[in-house]
Each structure stands twice: as C-alpha cells, then as structure tokens.
C-alpha cells in the first residue's frame, strides 16, 4: 500500500503542479461524480456486467482487441519496487542556517555583554553577571559567571570556533532524525574531552549545545527518488491482454471474473447494458449547468473563480446536496401513499445554498438555488417541489447573508420553516389538495428549515478547517478577549494590546468607508503584534519604567528584534491556528518597510550602512485589508506622539504618512486606487480626532471642587483598604 501510495504521490508532483491542469481534472471529476449520481436515479436498472455476477447470456468478441491491462501493469510495477529504497543524502543547509545561527546568537550576546560592555567605565563584574543570568537560562556557579563575564573577544571567538568545529565534525557526516541525540552526546563528548577547553567555557560552550536545536543532515532526496523510480518503472512493460476474434469471452451461468469484466468493457459493455438517451441527455444538462455558473463567476464573483479550494468547496456543496435527493426521496414515511409523496418537500436544498453562502457568496448562494430547484423540479417531475426549493433556498441563502454569529443560523432556519409552510399551503390551495395532505407537506417544509440548520451547523467548522476558509462567524469568536493569545498580550504587553485595539477602530472605519472588511481588518489588528509578546519591553508602548533597552545595544540588533516580532507573530499564529487570513496580515502589515529611527542612528555612525539591512523582510500587503491594517498601525502608533495638534495638522500628519507609504511601494501590489487611499485618510482623521480629542480648560472653582472630590476618594479608598 505504501508503494502505492508513493507511485500516486509521484505522479501528482510530475503531472499536477500545473493550477490549469489540476482544474480540468477537478472539472472532469465533478463532471463525472455529478453525472453518476444523476444517471443513478434517470437511469433504469439492467443487466451489469460487474466482477462476481452471474452472466445471463454468452458473449464473444466481435472484434480482434489488443489493451493494456492497467491493473496487471499496475501489480508488476509495485513489483518491480519492490526492492527499492529511497534515496537519501548529505543536507546540511537547515543546519547551517538554524543551529549555527542558533549558537552563533549565543555567543554574540555573550560578547556583547563581556566585551563590548567593557567600554563602560561604569559597567562592573557584578553587572555583567546581572546581564548574562537575564540572557541566558543556564546553572553555573558564581566563580563560573564571574569568568565569563570577563572573557576577552579573542576568547570568546576561540572558543565559538571550537565548539562550531566539533559540531560540524559530527553533522556533516550525515546525521539522521533518529539519530539526532546520539549526535549531540557526540558533539558534547567532544568538547568534553578537550583539555584546552576548562572550567566556565566548557560549561557554557556544553549549555549552548544542549539547548540548541539540531536538525538531520542525513535526509531523503525526494528528486533522486522519484527519478530513479521512474527509471524503474519506465523498464516494465505494460501487461497487455489480446482477444481473438469470435473468442467466447463468458458463457451463460458463468460467475464474472475481473479479467472477464475488463474485456467485456473494452468491447463496449457498459454497466449499464443500454443507458440510451437518456445519460446524454443529463450530461448536457450538467454542462449547461456548468457553463452558466462559470460563466456568472467569472462576470461577478473573479476572486472565487480564482480561487482552486473555493471552486472545489463548491463542486463539493453542489453534489453533496444534489446526493441528497435519493436519500430522503426513498424514506417512507406514511403508509397513505398520497401523503408518503410529500416527502418531496423535505429535500435539504437550503442546506447547500446556506453553506455556499456562508463559505463562499450570497450571489453564488442564489445561483446554486436555481439549479439545485431545477434538479429537484427534474428528480421529483413535480413544479411544486421545485417551486418550494427555491423559496426556501433563497429564504436560507438571504439569512445568512450578513451572519453575525452561530444563532443568525437558528434564526435563518425558522425563516425557511415559515416560508416553506406558507408556500406548501398556498400550492395546496392552488392545487385543491386535502387538508390532510397539506398539513403533512406542511410538516415536511417546517422539518426541512430545522435539517438543514442542523446540517449547516454541523458541517461548518469542518468545512472552515479542511478549506482554509474564515468566515464571519470565526472571526468574531477571534474577537473574544479572552481568547488565550488577546488575554496574554493583555496581562504581558498592556501598551501593546492598548495600541491594537485603537488600529482596530482605525482600521474598521477605514475599511468600511471603501467597502473593504472591517471586521477582517479588526481582528487583523488584534492580533497583527502578538509576535511582541516574546519581548515586549523592547517596545515603547510596553517600557512603563521610563528605561529603553535600546539605548544599550546597537541599531543594527535593534532593528533585528524590532522586525523579528512579525516571524514571531506568525509562528504563533500557526500555533494557536489562527486563520490563514490572520496570518496572513500579520506577514504583511509591515512590508519590506525601512525602520528609519535605527537605520538612521546607524548612519550617524557608520555612513556606509546599507538600507536593505534595516527593512522588514516580509511580502507587502497583498490585499486591501492587510493595506489599511498597515496604514492603521503607522498612523496610531505616530500620531500618539503629536502633542496639542490641531485637527488640521493631525490630517496633515496622517496624509503625509499614508503617502510615505505608497511612495515606498508598500501598495504596490494590492488594489487600492488614490480614491480609497483619500476615503481611508478621512477615516483616519475622524477616529483620530474622536480619540485624541483636546480637553477643555476647567475654570478655578470647578478646579477646586475636582481637587475635593478627589481628596474624598482617596480617603474612602483608603478605609476600604484598611
């Protein structure tokens, strides 16, 4: 089976990596999967021609036939593998740029503070010991501190090159994932074993190894495997089946085998022995169907026609509903056959248009009503039934069109009950039914809103994981503040959450005001700094103390952990599980920006700087609402800084820093036009103004009387303390 499934995997890399090809085989299969269950119900029962069932007539061949038997083919390639093992080789590029990078930080910061903190006079023993048992989580003695703290470069690189030098010795001979500890004792015996490493270098150089992550070396080589199978499998020769003319492929009475069925259906004999017109019929039906739908999504909805996992959810919602026609058609639940035939009314049609709706468009939501009602009108041959799905989808799709949260479902669903129930009654008058007849159909319409809430609900955070898709509904759960994530930077970074929830309002009003969404870009906000949650106090909003670590380090390392905060954010994004859109703006909402106040200070003292070491190394926003949570983020965090501006000058302010970014191409590759960027600026500034607005001057008596009253406060605070 694992061979089996290696073939596969092979043949998807070499034949699939194309997005245009991998859609006309998702076409093809849906094409097909619709046009199956379809031909399952229009297609009378005949004579099948299937392994194991007993031939009711001799057949022969009418024909001379040579062709390949793809599944004897198949079993002499799995074969042909089955020796075979995969190839493997010497990798050492996760190591080099994770490990030693690893232990390389380590030592910098060990120089950092032994060295280059020497030139300050006032910085003592006692203080850089201070320092290293902040940076680093290691057990060694006070003596061993003291003697770190007092290392010399030249010492500190002899004693980084040794311990890089021991490491390499034992990885670049190929270390593989099962072999990563032994690997380690190895590199640790080593340096143990070095009599010219001693005392507090051997202790820290064994610390760094030891809390360093190592990677395997010895991997496989996916492209010289799949290579060398192909040359495998490019050596065995198809299994080919030949058949005489006249030749009796199967006599009467005779059990089928599956040789006797491949042939059988090489000469023609279909499963079905004659499924005439009637399967041409419903298959150009299924591609009109198709080429209308295609066709409106590429006129009206160019973003999820685009999208390859959007186009799969919806041929999956459309023959996941469309299958559901036979199930509930063939439940019986009267033995009066009149009433047993409203069943019809109970087809969960509004189930898929909710689902389409919630996932995907309401428009699209509308379209797939009018097919799902025309299939339904086509399995049933009775316009009522039609008539009622389409109503009841349309009630589904329109409830919820705008979806807040989990109950708008429940509410969607009663709408499609009261709305199924009136449309059954008025067809019962219409059609002069009984009262009894109607009241069942009744039922079955009021049953019908209340199943397909149930099955929405259900099926929906499912569908919203397997799909990457993020819908409403979970972005308002995101929204929660005690959501682990919000509740940490809360308690561990106030200044920061402080700060996201005003780019918050920000960016809601912005994207509002240029019919983006808001609520995308809110939790995009919420959530756009949580990577400073690993060092918040690098950050001003969070330095309450008035001390600025900053102020100690170099611009270079200052700009390193400014801008690791974004890979920080996105690692835990991934695991918390945030939503690829989340993500997503988190990536983005710097861009490749400059971080002009170190870049800056470094040029004061080094001219020769180069800019692309200060910049963000991150895609730029990719769409509207990564954009504005941009714009957002620049603008609250620069704007807290204007002290009594006017309302005048702080629009001034804003426009001058929404053009600093598009002047950087920050906006290059996003839709936004010069008018939204003028609608976001106004934004801005009213939010901007509400928040910042000015005081008033109270007079001398309403002073005095504050001034009282706070008095009288603090005392009754007191006693209650006491």
Same mark, same amino acid.
């Given at each position: 089976?694992?061979?089996?499934?290696?073939?596969?995997?092979?043949?998807?890399? *070499?034949?699939?990596?194309?997005?245009?090809?991998?859609?006309?085989?998702?076409?093809?299969?849906? #094409?097909?999967?619709?046009?199956?269950?379809?031909?399952?119900? #229009?297609?009378?029962?005949?004579?099948?021609?299937?392994?194991?069932?007993?031939?009711?007539?001799?057949?022969?061949?009418?024909?001379?036939?040579?062709?390949?038997?793809? &599944?004897?083919?198949?079993? *002499?390639?799995?074969?042909?593998? %089955?020796?075979?093992?995969?190839?493997?080789?010497?990798?050492? %590029?996760?190591?080099?740029?994770?490990?030693?990078?690893?232990?390389?930080?380590? +030592?910098?910061?060990?120089?950092?503070?032994?060295?280059?903190?020497?030139?300050?006079?006032?910085?003592?023993?006692?203080?850089?010991?201070?320092?290293?048992?902040?940076?680093?989580?290691?057990?060694?003695?006070?003596?061993?501190?003291?003697?770190?703290?007092?290392?010399?470069?030249?010492?500190?690189?002899?004693?980084?090159?040794?311990?890089?030098?021991?490491?390499?010795?034992?990885?670049?001979?190929?270390?593989?994932?099962?072999?990563?500890?032994?690997?380690?004792?190895?590199?640790?015996?080593?340096?143990?074993?070095?009599?010219?490493?001693?005392?507090?270098?051997?202790?820290?150089?064994?610390?760094?190894?030891?809390?360093?992550?190592?990677? /395997?070396?010895?991997?496989?080589?996916?492209?010289?495997?799949?290579?060398?199978?192909?040359?495998?499998?490019?050596?065995?020769?198809?299994?080919?089946?030949?058949?005489?003319?006249?030749?009796?492929?199967?006599?009467?009475?005779?059990?089928?085998?599956?040789?006797?069925?491949?042939?059988?259906?090489?000469?023609?004999?279909?499963?079905?022995?004659?499924?005439?017109?009637?399967?041409?019929?419903?298959?150009?039906?299924?591609?009109?169907?198709?080429?209308?739908? *295609?066709? +409106?999504?590429?006129?009206?909805?160019?973003?999820?026609?685009?999208?390859?996992?959007?186009?799969?959810?919806?041929?999956?919602?459309?023959?996941?509903?469309?299958?559901?026609?036979?199930?509930?058609?063939?439940?019986?639940?009267?033995?009066?056959?009149?009433?047993?035939?409203?069943?019809?009314?109970?087809? /969960?049609?509004?189930?898929?248009?909710?689902?389409?709706?919630?996932?995907?468009?309401?428009?699209?939501?509308?379209?797939?009503?009018?097919?799902?009602?025309?299939?339904?009108?086509?399995?049933?041959?009775?316009?009522?039934?039609?008539?009622?799905?389409?109503?009841?989808?349309?009630?589904?799709?329109?409830?919820?069109?705008?979806?807040? &949260?989990?109950?708008?479902?429940?509410?969607?669903?009663?709408?499609?009950?009261?709305?199924?129930?009136?449309?059954?009654?008025?067809?019962?008058?219409? &059609?002069?039914?009984? /009262?009894?007849?109607?009241? #069942?159909?009744?039922?079955?319409?009021?049953?019908?809103?209340?199943?397909?809430?149930? +099955?929405?609900?259900?099926?929906?955070?499912?569908?919203?994981?397997?799909?990457?898709?993020?819908?409403?509904?979970?972005?308002?759960?995101?929204?929660? /503040?005690?959501?682990?994530?919000?509740?940490?930077?809360?308690?561990?970074?106030?200044?920061?959450?402080?700060?996201?929830?005003?780019?918050?309002?920000?960016? %809601?009003?912005?994207?509002?005001?240029?019919? =983006?969404?808001?609520?995308?870009?809110?939790?995009? =906000?919420?959530?756009?700094?949580?990577?400073?949650?690993?060092?918040?106090?690098?950050?001003?909003?969070?330095?309450?103390?008035?001390?600025?670590?900053?102020?100690?380090?170099?611009?270079?390392?200052?700009?390193?952990?400014?801008?690791?905060?974004?890979?920080?954010?996105?690692?835990?994004?991934?695991?918390?599980?945030?939503?690829?859109?989340?993500?997503?703006?988190?990536?983005?909402?710097?861009?490749?920006?400059?971080?002009?106040?170190?870049?800056?200070?470094?040029?004061?003292?080094?001219?020769?700087?180069?800019?692309?070491? +200060?910049?963000?190394?991150?895609?730029?926003?990719?769409?509207?609402?990564?954009?504005?949570?941009?714009?957002?983020?620049?603008?609250?965090?620069?704007?807290?800084?204007?002290?009594?501006?006017?309302?005048?000058?702080?629009?001034? #302010?804003?426009?001058?820093?929404?053009?600093?970014?598009?002047?950087?191409?920050?906006?290059?590759?996003?839709?936004?036009?010069?008018?939204?960027?003028?609608?976001?600026?106004?934004?801005?500034?009213?939010?901007?103004?509400?928040?910042?607005?000015?005081?008033?001057?109270?007079?001398?008596?309403?002073?005095?009387?504050?001034?009282?009253?706070?008095?009288?406060?603090?005392?009754?605070?007191?006693?209650?303390?006491?």
């Amino acid at each position: 089976m694992g061979k089996l499934k290696q073939i596969y995997a092979s043949i998807i890399d *070499r034949y699939f990596q194309d997005k245009k090809r991998r859609m006309i085989v998702w076409t093809g299969l849906f #094409f097909a999967v619709l046009l199956l269950i379809l031909s399952s119900h #229009f297609v009378p029962e005949r004579t099948s021609w299937e392994v194991g069932r007993v031939s009711s007539q001799d057949v022969q061949a009418d024909r001379y036939l040579t062709f390949v038997d793809e &599944q004897g083919t198949l079993d *002499r390639q799995q074969e042909a593998l %089955e020796s075979f093992q995969d190839i493997y080789k010497i990798d050492l %590029e996760k190591f080099n740029s994770i490990t030693i990078t690893d232990i390389s930080d380590s +030592f910098a910061k060990l120089e950092e503070i032994a060295v280059d903190s020497q030139t300050d006079e006032e910085a003592t023993t006692v203080d850089k010991i201070a320092q290293l048992h902040d940076v680093f989580e290691f057990t060694l003695g006070a003596d061993e501190w003291a003697a770190l703290a007092n290392l010399s470069e030249a010492d500190i690189q002899w004693l980084y090159e040794r311990g890089i030098d021991y490491a390499i010795n034992v990885m670049s001979k190929g270390v593989a994932q099962a072999d990563l500890e032994g690997a380690r004792e190895k590199i640790v015996q080593s340096i143990s074993n070095d009599k010219y490493i001693t005392g507090a270098e051997e202790k820290f150089l064994l610390a760094v190894i030891n809390n360093v992550n190592l990677y /395997p070396t010895y991997v496989l080589d996916a492209e010289a495997t799949a290579e060398k199978k192909s040359e495998i499998l490019a050596t065995v020769e198809p299994e080919k089946i030949t058949v005489q003319k006249g030749e009796l492929v199967v006599r009467k009475g005779e059990i089928l085998t599956e040789r006797q069925s491949t042939i059988l259906q090489q000469l023609g004999y279909s499963q079905s022995a004659s499924p005439g017109l009637v399967v041409l019929g419903l298959a150009i039906l299924a591609a009109i169907m198709m080429l209308v739908v *295609r066709a +409106f999504m590429m006129h009206f909805t160019p973003k999820i026609y685009r999208d390859e996992k959007q186009i799969v959810l919806l041929m999956l919602l459309t023959v996941s509903t469309i299958f559901l026609y036979d199930l509930f058609l063939s439940l019986t639940l009267s033995s009066i056959a009149e009433r047993a035939a409203q069943v019809g009314y109970l087809i /969960p049609v509004a189930m898929g248009t909710m689902l389409i709706t919630i996932l995907l468009d309401v428009r699209l939501g509308i379209v797939a009503d009018l097919m799902f009602a025309v299939f339904v009108g086509l399995y049933t041959e009775n316009p009522s039934f039609a008539v009622v799905a389409l109503i009841g989808g349309l009630a589904g799709s329109l409830g919820v069109a705008t979806l807040g &949260q989990r109950s708008d479902i429940s509410r969607a669903a009663l709408s499609i009950s009261a709305i199924n129930a009136c449309a059954i009654i008025a067809l019962g008058m219409v &059609q002069n039914q009984t /009262p009894d007849v109607v009241a #069942f159909g009744v039922v079955f319409g009021v049953f019908n809103g209340l199943i397909s809430s149930i +099955f929405t609900m259900g099926v929906l955070p499912y569908l919203e994981n397997m799909f990457g898709i993020t819908t409403s509904i979970k972005l308002l759960e995101l929204a929660n /503040p005690n959501q682990p994530l919000l509740k940490k930077l809360m308690t561990e970074a106030p200044g920061t959450y402080h700060h996201c929830i005003l780019v918050g309002n920000l960016g %809601e009003a912005a994207a509002e005001a240029i019919g =983006a969404n808001g609520l995308e870009v809110r939790l995009g =906000a919420y959530y756009h700094d949580i990577g400073k949650l690993k060092r918040p106090y690098f950050f001003a909003e969070n330095q309450f103390s008035g001390h600025n670590p900053h102020d100690t380090i170099t611009p270079q390392l200052s700009t390193l952990i400014i801008t690791s905060h974004v890979k920080d954010g996105i690692e835990m994004a991934k695991e918390a599980k945030l939503p690829p859109v989340i993500i997503q703006m988190i990536a983005q909402h710097h861009g490749d920006s400059l971080v002009s106040y170190f870049y800056a200070k470094a040029k004061e003292a080094d001219p020769q700087v180069k800019e692309r070491d +200060f910049r963000y190394e991150q895609p730029k926003p990719q769409t509207k609402e990564a954009a504005i949570l941009m714009m957002a983020d620049t603008v609250e965090a620069a704007v807290r800084s204007k002290k009594n501006a006017t309302p005048g000058q702080i629009e001034g #302010f804003i426009r001058t820093l929404i053009k600093g970014k598009l002047n950087d191409g920050q906006f290059d590759e996003c839709e936004l036009t010069f008018r939204d960027l003028d609608q976001i600026a106004t934004a801005f500034t009213r939010v901007i103004n509400g928040i910042y607005h000015k005081r008033i001057e109270y007079p001398p008596q309403a002073n005095e009387l504050l001034k009282l009253q706070e008095g009288q406060e603090m005392k009754h605070d007191s006693s209650n303390h006491q």
